[in-house]
């Protein structure tokens, strides 16, 4: 089947591109410090990789983030905790291209270099909260994210206008490349905006480390393989 590459220009005129036919299908990548993962991880990985048909998700932890200061576990562990994390899990693979890097990590690079493994026939769909696809114009190069992936915005309660939040230059990128159904995203390589609701587990990173720190246990807000390995390894004490 063949698909449409939507193109918006500056001026904001949108052109259409034809793509060869698809023959694999879509991929998902979440990308994230996972500093450490935890089960709000996991589950919007599982519920979008659901919603969205896709058989594999690449769970993609952050190397060095460039506007965020760098995550408190190193590279070794915060890999060793999503390997631990994902076990058991078909869908799931670890995607370890940026914690190979040593400078800062910036998407538009980490996509282009997926795309340059993947070659032409693997769609790529990258799976962002709605508060994150709202900032994607501080994203270096943001436009030219659209070039290399589609995106899966997770929709959790409460956001539901979220859409009348978007800055105008996203908003023009956004509303042709809109899409329902997740069909267009093995029909095309990259380009179409999808969304989603997800299920909200009040869980964050930020709350596992200050408990571990105080002394308190975050058993059940994380996989029991990834808290033994936190603690076997002193981690955020």
């Known amino acids: ?127 962002v909260g709605a508060d994150a696809f709202t900032g994607l114009t501080r994203w270096h190069d943001w436009q030219h994210l659209f070039d290399l992936c589609h995106f899966a915005v997770a929709l959790r309660p409460g956001y539901a206008n979220w859409e009348r939040t978007l800055p105008p230059p996203l908003e023009r990128e956004y509303r042709p490349r809109r899409r329902d159904q997740a069909q267009a995203m093995s029909e095309s390589l990259a380009g179409y905006v999808i969304t989603r609701p997800v299920t909200q587990l009040d869980i964050s990173a930020t709350r596992i480390r200050a408990d571990i720190a105080a002394g308190r246990n975050p058993r059940y807000l994380l996989p029991d393989p990834v808290l033994e390995h936190i603690y076997q390894h002193q981690l955020y004490l």
């Open 1 to 127: 089947m063949t698909g449409d590459y939507i193109q918006v220009t500056k001026t904001g005129a949108t052109s259409v591109k034809r793509l060869a036919s698809r023959s694999n299908q879509p991929i998902g990548l979440l990308g994230g410090t996972f500093d450490p993962i935890h089960h709000g991880h996991l589950r919007l990985a599982e519920e979008m990789g659901a919603a969205l048909g896709l058989d594999e998700v690449r769970i993609m932890p952050t190397g060095v983030p460039p506007h965020r200061p760098r995550p408190i576990a190193g590279a070794s562990q915060r890999r060793a905790m999503v390997e631990l994390a994902i076990t058991g899990n078909p869908r799931f693979r670890i995607e370890a291209i940026e914690l190979e890097k040593t400078g800062p990590c910036y998407m538009v690079d980490t996509l282009a270099a997926l795309r340059a493994e993947l070659g032409d026939d693997t769609p790529i769909v990258l799976v």
